[in-house]
């Protein structure tokens, strides 16, 4: 009697397994959700092992426009994102088999800028150390400021000095582009402020004096505002003061006085508001059209070093798209109406996608805050983390990402929708002073007082490129928007450019 017992012993063991592996085996009813939220295509089953390459391939069988099929996409249930398989990313997740899984889809750049490997050259002239180095919005002019009194412009294609620009009374400690590409306006360590042309070096118009102590930053009108033709700029300065000036009348336009202590940081918001960050742990949202004070906004426990908006990186190239790149740039003579509806666009696009202007503010106490401020003065989110002060933040070109880099030698990345943590990215071994975005959002560089640069790849969170050469603390780096060069100024008085 003992024998059929056992063989039904077994069967019943053979029809569990079965049943565990068909529960292994089986399929997951999914939907795909856009980032606002919205979920465009019906549900679906699909296998639990399914990758991201087949979940592609899904995705642009339901997507209508050419534009959209033809783009990657990455994938993330409950902000995580699917890497390897379905079944991987659910393996330590509470998930409900029997409702249906939301699978989030975000669009990547069309493009991908190759990381830089090597430095092409190494340009001496300036006679005391690189305070900042800055690309033009279409990459094609690079211009430099130094502790030697001086501006100069470098000839991209040869990687040689191109002008001087002398008329500086002391270091030129900021620089700003206008997003037309047509002017540089610097400011230096006596409280002036000068504009100059990238073509003949000369300096257009007169010195714009009326600060009393230094310039800290400077930011011009975002072109979408200005007609197409970029006259306004703004300058923050130590004394406490922000002025709007024309830079065609070289009249200071007014002058914004509320801060209490320096001011640190200065952004102009596309919607026409001016953010200003300073010493006096506040930062003040501005209007620029008539200069009222809109709001206060108060968190930080500490002087408020850097402020970046989620629409930069669009309003620094103004009309002229990354994705549009050439090797050798064409010239483009277009009128200023069309550069206007052309940054507008680009503007508006990337508003589609996030919604509204986010400004992220970092701190000496060590904490990060994102704001609302066109509607709230409290913050949404507080980023902490780091364990020194944050001394750079900038949102990656899409908006999707912040990094911040901190005297605690590491660098974060941020949600740049909600602020939640990422990731950390270490490697150097001394304060990462400043960072900069590639113009795909796939790799960021950092520079450091530990002489490197060092390229970090976001889609593994992991060091890419380390990238040595500078004889001393590296102050100042930037990726130009075509995605070919980078730029990196130091205490050894050189500017290296690196490519790939």
Known sequence: MAAPMESLGKEDMLVGDEVEEAEESSEISVQFVSEGGEAPFPPFEVPKDITPEKLLLVLKAFLVEDEEKNRPYLFFVNNQEVSSTLA???????????????????????????????????????????????????????????????????DLTTETPHHVCKGHANWVLAMAWAPDGKLLASGDKA????????????????????????????????????????????????????????????????????????????????????YTASQDRTIKVWRAQDGVLCRTLQGHGHWVNVLALNTDYVMRTGAWDPKDAKIVHQDLEADSEKLRS????????????VGEEILVSGSDDFTLFLWKPT???TSFSRLTGHQQLVND????????????????????????????????????????YQLAWSADSRLIVSASADSTLKLWSVENKKL?????????????????????????????????????
Not at 123 to 146: I, K, M, Q, Y
Request: hydrophobic share 35%.
């Open 88 to 154: 991987e990313t659910l393996k330590f997740q509470l998930i409900d088999y029997e409702s249906t899984l939301q699978i989030v889809y975000q669009p990547q750049a069309v493009f991908r800028v190759r990381g830089v490997s090597r430095c092409t050259s190494s340009l001496s002239g300036h006679g005391e150390p690189v305070v900042t180095a800055l690309f033009s919005p279409d990459g094609r002019h690079l211009a430099s400021g130094s502790g030697d009194k001086t501006v100069r412009f470098w």
């Open 191 to 274: 409280g002036h402020v000068m504009i100059w042309d990238p073509n003949t070096g000369k300096a257009r118009g007169r010195v714009l004096t009326g600060h009393k102590q230094w310039i800290t930053s400077l930011a011009w009108e975002p072109l979408h505002l200005a007609k197409g033709v970029c006259r306004r700029v703004a300058s923050a300065s130590k004394d406490g003061d922000v002025r709007i000036w024309d830079t065609i009348t070289g009249q200071c336009v007014r002058s914004l006085s509320g801060h209490t202590a320096s001011v640190t940081c200065l952004r102009w918001g596309g919607g026409g508001l001016l």
């Open 342 to 353: 052309l940054a507008e666009k680009r503007y508006e696009d990337v508003l589609k996608v």
């Open 375 to 377: 509607s709230e003065k």
């Open 393 to 432: 933040v900038k949102f990656s070109p899409d908006a999707r990402l912040i990094a911040s880099a901190s005297f605690d030698k590491s660098l974060r990345l941020w949600c740049g929708k909600t602020g939640r943590f990422l990731a950390v990215l270490r490697g150097h071994v001394q304060s990462v």
């Open 464 to 500: 890419h490129t380390d990238l040595p050469g500078h004889g001393d603390e590296v102050y100042t780096v930037d990726w130009s928007p075509d995605g070919q060069r980078v730029v990196s100024g130091a205490k050894d008085k050189l500017l290296r450019i690196w490519r790939n």
